[in-house]
């Protein structure tokens, strides 16, 4: 099966060695995805809007779309910023309901992130 590497052109791509999603036949799978400026400096709905925006991109890059989402996984690191994530994936996510996993995490690798977003999709 043909493997595609997407890249977002984001800084620790190159350093850590990972693309923001591969496609593998008609399996996507978007790697864990934190806003970006500006939207890393909001709260925790605009970091999480920030995030699907980017997995949105490289979900279209990768020939889907959030429709194509069966899996989610959400990493926020702290309870508090539930309610704001919570929001912004029932947006994105609200009819097309993927299985997702939420999970209260000790950090992410910038101190001012507070939420995470892993995604998975199948094309039919």
Same mark, same amino acid.
């Given at each position: 099966?043909?493997?595609?590497?997407?890249?977002?052109?984001?800084?620790?791509?190159?350093?850590?060695?990972?693309?923001?999603?591969?496609?593998?036949?008609?399996?996507?799978?978007?790697?864990?995805?934190?806003?970006?400026?500006?939207?890393?400096?909001?709260? #925790? %709905?605009?970091?999480?809007? !920030?995030?699907? +925006?980017?997995?949105?991109? $490289?979900?279209?890059? @990768? &020939?889907?779309?959030?429709?194509?989402?069966?899996?989610?996984?959400?990493?926020?690191?702290?309870?508090?910023?539930?309610?704001?994530?919570?929001? #912004? %994936?029932?947006?994105?996510? !609200?009819?097309? +309901?993927?299985?997702?996993? $939420?999970?209260?995490? @000790? &950090?992410?690798?910038?101190?001012?992130?507070?939420?995470?977003?892993?995604?998975?999709?199948?094309?039919?």
């Amino acid at each position: 099966m043909k493997r595609v590497n997407i890249s977002s052109g984001g800084p620790f791509e190159a350093a850590f060695g990972y693309s923001r999603a591969v496609r593998v036949g008609q399996h996507i799978h978007v790697a864990g995805t934190c806003a970006q400026p500006p939207d890393d400096a909001g709260d #925790a %709905h605009e970091q999480a809007t !920030g995030a699907l +925006r980017i997995i949105g991109n $490289a979900l279209a890059e @990768a &020939g889907a779309s959030f429709a194509d989402v069966v899996r989610t996984v959400v990493y926020i690191t702290d309870v508090i910023h539930a309610e704001g994530v919570t929001r #912004a %994936h029932s947006e994105t996510f !609200g009819e097309i +309901r993927p299985a997702s996993t $939420a999970v209260i995490v @000790a &950090g992410l690798l910038a101190p001012h992130l507070v939420v995470e977003i892993e995604a998975y999709a199948i094309l039919s």
